[in-house]
């Protein structure tokens, strides 16, 4: 049986934290996860890492020695969800949130990887069926992430497609059916239930790591106790950037093969003369790139984007908050190509500070090659970038991580040396 982290009070009591990963693709999860288990293991606790997928972060955590186990998941389709969500809610409803029996499978997957790992404590990355999991077994659970999946506390789940809203009843009902079908998983084993949606994203606390400025939902003020921490990150890792050679502004473009347009927009940077560098997941691991250019170099593994962006001109990428900010705060703008409504949110608040185009927002077919010649020149866009760099300029990744780590170990009832120090 865990023992309720209540007990553990002594500032030299050690905590095991599961950090866990869910829902969501891409590097970032990882991304967010690695510097909070090494900051841990640094004070003394014993991290361990659930991950959705275990094999494109696998070089970006190659370094981090603690257990990396696989995140319990949903292989199948739920029939009668919704097949264009528009909340949070219809995101769960699509995956196994209808259906009890299908829940308690996932929650009890989580439940013993937490007995597995002896979790005091759980952190979570878009991860609300190890949520479910952890209140049945009564261990805190700190949620750290971008607005897009820490959603305001009150009031229902917002609705994610405000551009063609849904009617509030709908929300209401699908709110309705994810709170009955996860309190029944509770009820089964005597957990105390969820009273609204957002708990299940928020745990018992939120830490929101975004700005006013990269919040899906645009909330004017947070809170009491609650605070900007900044978006999270790993910074300083992956392959030394290898940019084609050449006269040319240099880009550097993380885009995946999923995105259709993914050929054009790479045929439109070297046509506008730019010396690319490419990540691609699906070249990085043997697939024949898509557009073969002498001007257009493909990355090996996740590039160090702290280097990448040292005098480049541009950056292409899908609205994935790690490659964005890194961009926009070395003062590069960016050209965003959201594959998905979370990212379509943030493209669209991150394009009002002037420095990005969110390229979803235009009508096709999209004229990739005047967008690239717009943004990577010395113009209004890039003014706006820099603009923004320097408006964060007091930004520390480092303290950053700390705050964090403080904020979780505070809600495990542990301190180390260094945070009683401080």
């Not at 409803?93 to 002896?118: I, Q």
């Not at 700005?211 to 990150?233: A, C, S, T």
């Amino acid at each position: 049986m865990v023992a309720s982290p209540s007990t553990f009070t002594s500032v030299d009591r050690m905590a095991n934290v599961l950090l866990g990963w869910e829902m969501g693709a891409g590097l970032g999860h990882a991304g967010r996860l690695k510097p909070l288990a090494v900051e841990l293991a640094r004070r003394g606790h014993e991290p361990a890492m659930a991950l959705r997928d275990l094999v494109h972060p696998r070089r970006l955590l190659a370094d981090l020695d603690c257990p990396k186990l696989q995140t319990p998941a949903w292989l199948h389709r739920m029939v009668g969800a919704p097949q264009i969500p528009a909340s949070l809610a219809e995101i769960l409803m699509g995956y196994a949130y209808m259906d009890v029996n299908s829940l308690e499978g996932l929650v009890l997957g989580w439940r013993d990887l937490m007995r597995v790992t002896r979790a005091d404590l759980v952190v979570t990355d878009y991860a609300p069926t190890a949520t479910i999991a952890a209140r049945m077994l009564d261990i805190r659970v700190v949620a750290v992430g971008p607005g897009f999946w820490i959603p305001p506390a009150e009031g229902p789940l917002p609705d994610i497609r405000d551009w063609a809203p849904a009617p509030a009843k709908r929300l209401q009902e699908s709110e309705a059916t994810i709170l009955r079908t996860a309190n029944e998983v509770l009820a089964r084993h005597r957990g105390r239930p969820f009273t609204r949606g957002s708990e299940l994203f928020r745990g018992d606390r939120a830490l929101l790591c975004a700005w006013p400025e990269f919040d899906h939902y645009q909330r004017k003020h947070l809170p009491e106790g609650e605070r900007w921490y900044g978006p999270n990150y790993l910074p300083g890792s992956g392959v030394e950037p290898d940019f084609p050679p050449g006269e040319g502004p240099k880009a550097f473009a993380y885009v995946k093969s999923g995105f259709s347009d993914h050929p054009a927009v790479l045929q439109a940077l070297a046509a506008a003369g730019c010396r690319t560098l490419c990540y691609l997941p699906d070249v990085a691991t043997g697939k024949k790139p898509p557009v073969p250019h002498p001007s257009i170099r493909y990355a090996t593994g996740p590039v160090n984007l702290a280097k990448a962006f040292d005098g480049a001109a541009l950056c292409v990428c899908h609205a994935g908050g790690a490659t964005m900010v890194q961009a926009l705060l070395a003062g590069v703008p960016c050209l965003l190509l959201p594959t998905q409504n979370e990212q379509f949110l943030l493209a669209r608040c991150v394009e009002r500070t002037g420095a990005c185009v969110n390229a979803g927002a235009r009508p096709a077919p999209v004229d990739y090659r005047a967008i690239i010649a717009e943004l990577s020149a010395d113009g209004r866009a890039r003014e706006a970038a820099r603009a923004f760099a320097l408006r964060h300029r007091d930004f520390s990744h480092e303290q950053q991580t700390r705050d964090l780590v403080d904020a979780i170990e505070q809600e495990a009832g542990v301190r180390s040396q260094e945070s009683v120090d401080r």
